[in-house]
């Protein structure tokens, strides 16, 4: 045994506490075990201090001959000591009797008990098991990704899903979320260079990464391959985006005229899921994009013959209709307003139609009005689809708002407007991000729906928003301090939304840290 020497600060005084101490061999390695706290020796000459500590030695292990009876400070170290050691034998015993083990059991200060460094865990944790789950890190390494830019991406994909920021902001909202504690990363050094370098790897390889995560989803969810829907949206430009060739004003589904845009197409499946996306030219017409949709679809997917090709009336021209029945596919389209106009009787008739009154606060021009007065409410669809019913074609049709709700997830809570990015590289990135950010929350909202749940992900994460992950500073009575950084315990909404996900509620392993004040280095342990 020996003596080792704690100082600690407190409103401006320096208090001395001597510990009798004894080296004990454990698994982890020599470990220091405190006999017991011996105060503040100083009073005593320091050539009296070792002799003290051996008589407290001597007479715990039973020699009592060689203690002077008439040394009461002795005499109560010892038994202080004693007591000590059979509240702590009770207690192990306790245990015992539960299963339990004594290696966790510390006296601590429970005035001085505090919280540290807690952070937002619980949409984190969500979306990374949903991250592991569709073997994102699996299909990143097959590209021969380094795991750090395998983590880089993780965080970033993370940021689009729970709180969208710019590559130049994501540094410090990573720093301020419990994302390094899931991952296991210290991102304590991070700036946003590393993000913007990151994007630059991911560039050449999104069609790779988006071909084997549609196969990958196809299988964990077992998507119906026999519909496809395809619509468009655009996304504009804050300054004047000189450096990207296909930053142009065109139609603006943003309202913003203003603005340069590129314009996104994107293919999903019946359930929703993406299959493959496109950037083009802002000023690019929405007929124009179909054929290299379709060839991207048969890169991507695999042969699609026999399929269902679901498109809005912005691209049900003759030659694209064409050119989905040459690739043997079929269609379901909802006619432009020329063709509309040629079944003005079929639609006056009042089989089959229920009348609804609106009223119109402008001064439309009368021909026009009376025209779509006769029309209001009535959408003609196109298909040769002979095996399909009128019911039928129409729940096929009204599908493609999948796609609609793609683009305003986007758009909305992934924030993928507007764009700052300047590099075409980069904006394509930044699209390609949100989209495996959609990827996320898809998989999210179709586990809840079928698991009974009509829960959206913007609900999810708020209630989830309270779960984090902390660390618990116990000061002992040995002097040292034990930290434990753990997660906090989940309510009973959210252990109940981790249920319908099949996500652990324990967000991490306990992590258990020792600190010696002043002068010795902590210990770890898990």
């Known amino acids: ?20 101490v004894e080296s004990v061999h454990t698994p982890k390695g020599p470990r220091q075990k405190v006999i017991c706290s011996l105060g503040d020796l100083r009073p005593r000459p320091a050539k009296g201090w070792l002799e003290l500590a051996h008589h407290v030695e001597d007479s715990l292990v039973g020699q009592k001959g ?19 050691q059979a ?23 429970a005035d001085r008990v505090r919280v540290e460094e807690p952070r937002p865990a619980g949409a984190v944790h969500v979306g990374y098991q949903f991250w592991k789950r569709l073997g994102l890190e699996e299909i990143l390494g097959g590209l021969e990704f380094p795991p750090r830019a395998i983590q880089l991406t993780c965080a970033m994909t993370l940021n689009r899903l729970v709180s969208p920021k710019s590559e130049h902001a994501m540094p410090d909202w990573i720093r301020s979320t419990a994302v390094g504690d899931l991952l296991g990363v210290d991102f304590a050094p991070l700036t946003d260079d590393p993000l913007y370098r990151n994007l630059d790897r991911l560039h050449p390889n999104r069609v790779s990464i988006e071909t084997a995560l549609a196969a990958r989803e196809r299988n964990l969810f077992n998507l119906d391959p026999t519909i496809f829907f395809y619509d468009l949206t655009s996304t504009y430009f804050e300054g004047q985006a000189l450096a990207n060739p296909k930053a142009r004003r065109g139609y603006s589904r943003d309202k913003r005229p203003d603005c340069k845009q590129v314009v996104v197409g994107l293919a999903v499946g019946r359930e929703g899921f993406p299959l493959a996306h496109e950037v083009y030219a802002g000023n690019t017409q929405d007929r124009q994009t179909l054929p290299s949709m379709l060839d991207s679809l048969e890169k991507r997917v695999g042969p699609t013959k026999g399929a269902t090709v679901v498109v809005d009336r912005g691209m049900a021209y003759a030659e694209n209709l064409a050119e989905i029945r040459r690739r043997d596919l079929h269609y379901v389209v909802a006619a432009r307003q020329p063709e509309r106009d040629q079944w003005l009787e079929e639609f006056e008739k009042a089989e089959g139609f229920e009348e609804v009154h609106r009223q119109l606060e402008h001064q439309p021009d009368a021909e026009k009005k009376t025209k779509a007065e006769r029309l209001d409410g009535t959408c003609l669809l196109r298909t040769e689809r002979e095996d399909l019913s009128a019911d039928e074609a129409w729940r096929i049709y009204i599908t493609l708002t999948r796609a609609e709700s793609a683009f305003r997830s986007m758009k909305s809570p992934l924030a993928e407007r507007p764009i700052f990015h300047h590099l075409e590289r980069r904006v394509e990135t930044h699209i390609f991000l949100c ?7 898809v998989s999210i909202e179709t586990t809840l729906l079928r698991q009974g749940a009509h829960t959206s992900w913007a609900t999810v994460r708020d209630a989830l928003s309270t779960h984090e992950i902390s660390t618990i500073v116990l000061p002992t009575d040995s002097g040292a301090m034990l ?27 306990p992590k258990k840290t020792w600190v010696y004040l002043p002068t010795h280095e902590g210990r770890h342990s898990d």
């Open 1 to 20: 045994m020996f003596l080792r020497k704690n100082t600690r600060r407190y409103k401006d005084k320096t208090y001395t506490n001597y510990m009798l």
């Open 66 to 84: 060689l203690i002077d009876a008439a040394d009461a400070e002795v005499e109560q170290l010892v038994r202080s000591v004693r007591q000590r």
């Open 87 to 109: 509240r702590v034998q009770a207690a192990v015993v306790s245990r015992s009797a539960r299963g339990g083990s004594d290696e966790d059991l510390v006296t601590i200060h």
């Open 435 to 441: 989209l495996l950010a959609y990827h996320l929350l």
């Open 483 to 509: 930290k434990i950084r753990k997660g906090s315990t989940p309510e009973a909404e959210q252990v109940e939304l981790y249920r319908l996900l099949q996500v652990p509620a324990e967000l991490i392993r």
